[in-house]
Nanobody, 113 residues
């Protein structure tokens, strides 16, 4: 089982990024999948979740309206599209199953002011 995140980087405030999470060894559509983030000195925070059956989405209040979680079943990949990025979005972003069974290694997002 492996989850590999990509797409992080340095972006200016107000910019956009799209994170990808490619899975192998299991089928993402059979799990509730989530993106989490952890900023320096802070606890890991749940950012967004997409459910397995109907693909329903849920977001943290801090990202609602700016971030979109989605899933491409054929590619077994989960995405996090991020817009209107703010410096407070700076963190390492991880994808994983919502039950924390499987985790990726994370991808760093830095938003400069």
């Amino acid at each position: 089982v492996q989850l590999v995140e990509s797409g992080g980087g340095l972006v200016q405030s107000g910019g956009s990024l799209r994170l990808s999470c490619a899975a192998s060894g299991f089928t993402v559509s059979r799990y509730n999948m989530s993106w989490y983030r952890q900023a320096p000195g802070k606890e890991r925070e749940l950012v967004a979740t997409i459910t397995s059956l109907l693909g329903r989405t849920k977001y943290a209040d801090s990202v609602k309206g700016r971030f979109t979680i989605s899933r491409h079943d054929s590619w077994n990949t989960v995405y996090l599209e991020m817009h209107i990025l703010k410096p407070e979005d700076t963190a390492v972003y991880y994808c994983g199953t919502a039950d924390a069974l499987y985790w990726g290694q994370g991808t760093r997002v830095t938003v400069s002011s």
